[in-house]
């Protein structure tokens, strides 16, 4: 049983640590500036230092990165249609999650980093913009962020959460910040009955509580998508040549896949490969892996226009932020990353959208959910290893009606759980009318 004292030990422990760790995380913040350009830019926004043009007042989407940004896309312009007069602000942590809301909500929505957890960062940031409400999405809980909101009488959602056993696992060694954190959403909208159980045992309301889908399974393609498919394959200079993606591969998984794609090029000389490494930052390590291997390789940012392509290569190293969905697009089967390294797996959805077969390793706790649908609709399969791998991929190359329905039996399993958008834009039009007449 946590107790009101263990709990306040606890979040004293929590502000010691974060204010001890201050130095850390600037530092960590230039080094990863170093490797990554684009977190040196706006660096005091992270620190609760609002830009100008961020209106006060507004309804706040709180995303992580590029993949939860892309999803809450819909609810956001739905409730900024809804709600014309109140400003609405997306914040994320990521420069990937930035420039994904800053392409697809810049009509609609202001936006800026959150701050970090800090105190006087967060207090900073109320101070200058004054929410309305707060929704976050996923699993971004912050103890200071939802306490102010907390002390505000600010209302607090979650939305499309999920909660693995994995993480349910690491709040609970806090149970007493856990629990508090919880006590305060006015709304926890999951993914799935095993989510609501987790999340409520850990302290958050049954009675608020609740298994709405994942609005994730809505992803559509945008009208131009296949005529921007066939200009990316005339730029990538592949042809009319069997494609298969590797995506958002991690340390430790770039070997494997190559691996499986020097098996599978003795069986298809002329296969290629859509390398994508989850931080393009990491892109001159992949490449090196790749050309002390025998492999041609040519860079996706260096393929402008199909007459600065010359010859046909191996591997085309995808480098370039944002395109992902149109790689799988002209790709014929897939391999999703983070899967057999301990990171989780990444979203299965976006080459399901694109029929293609997929595969992924046993690692999924990210998405264990939408790959047990994906897996028993007979959309995807587990493999454990290189040798595997290869061989699931070669029976889908190597024969077209095989990898079709495989292909189409992934689509179905997404197009059949269609709808969580709709019931969370009604639960956020309910809440959002009650906290702007507050």
């Known amino acids: 049983m946590v107790t009101h004292q263990s709990a306040s030990m606890v979040a004293w422990v929590y502000q010691l640590v974060l204010w001890l760790a201050l130095p850390l995380v600037w ?13 040196g830019e706006r660096q005091a926004e992270r620190f609760g230092q609002v ?13 992580v990165s590029a993949g939860e940004s892309i999803a809450a896309a819909p609810v956001v312009r739905a409730i900024a249609e809804r709600f014309p007069d109140t400003p609405v602000l997306v914040t994320t942590m990521t420069p990937t999650g930035s420039a994904q809301v800053i392409e697809r909500l810049s009509d609609v929505a202001d936006h800026c980093y959150a701050p970090y957890d800090f105190t006087f960062a967060v207090d900073r940031f109320y101070r200058r913009v004054e929410p309305r409400a707060l929704i976050l999405m996923e699993t971004e809980l912050w ?35 856990a629990r ?10 999951c993914q799935s009955e095993d989510h609501v159980r987790r999340f409520v045992s850990l302290g958050a309301a049954a009675e608020t509580t609740a298994a709405l889908g994942s609005v994730k399974y809505d992803v559509a393609l945008p009208d131009d998508f296949a005529a921007g498919c066939e200009d990316l394959r005339a730029r990538l200079g592949v042809g009319e040549r069997l494609v298969w993606i590797a995506a958002s591969t991690h340390p430790g998984e770039d070997e494997p896949v190559l691996e499986a794609f020097a098996i599978l090029r003795r069986q298809l000389p002329e296969l290629c490969l859509i390398l994508v490494p989850r931080h ?16 041609s390789v040519v860079r996706q940012s260096a393929c402008v226009s199909p007459d600065e392509r010359a010859g046909t290569p191996d591997i085309v190293l995808g480098d ?13 089967a897939a391999f999703v990353g983070g899967s057999l390294v301990p990171v989780g797996g990444h979203n299965p959805l976006e080459p399901a959208l694109c029929h ?26 587990t493999v454990a290893d290189a ?25 179905a399993a997404l197009a059949d759980n269609r709808g969580a958008t709709a019931r969370v834009v009604a639960l956020l039009d309910e809440s959002v009318q009650r906290a702007l007449t507050q």
């Open 51 to 63: 830009p100008r043009d961020v209106r006060r007042g507004p309804i706040w989407f709180h995303t």
């Open 180 to 189: 508090g954190m919880l006590e305060a959403l006015s709304f926890i909208a």
């Open 320 to 332: 370039v932020m944002g395109t992902l969905l149109e790689l799988y697009g002209i790709a014929h």
């Open 387 to 411: 040798s595997a791998l290869a061989e699931v991929t070669a029976a889908w190359l190597t024969d077209a009606d095989l990898r079709a329905a495989v292909g189409a039996k992934a689509h």
């Open 143 to 177: 103890p200071n962020l939802i306490a102010w909101a907390r002390s505000r009488g600010i209302p607090v959602l979650l939305i499309n959460a999920r909660l693995s056993e994995r993480s349910a696992r690491g709040y609970a060694k806090v149970a007493g910040l």
């Open 356 to 381: 293609l077969p997929i595969a992924s390793g046993p690692e999924q706790f990210n998405f264990t959910e939408v790959m047990k649908e994906l897996e028993s609709r007979g959309g995807l399969v």
């Open 280 to 295: 393009p930052h990491r892109a001159d390590d992949v490449e090196a892996m790749a050309v002390a291997r025998g492999f």
């Open 27 to 39: 530092l960590r913040l230039q080094w990863r500036a170093r490797r990554e350009p684009a977190y």
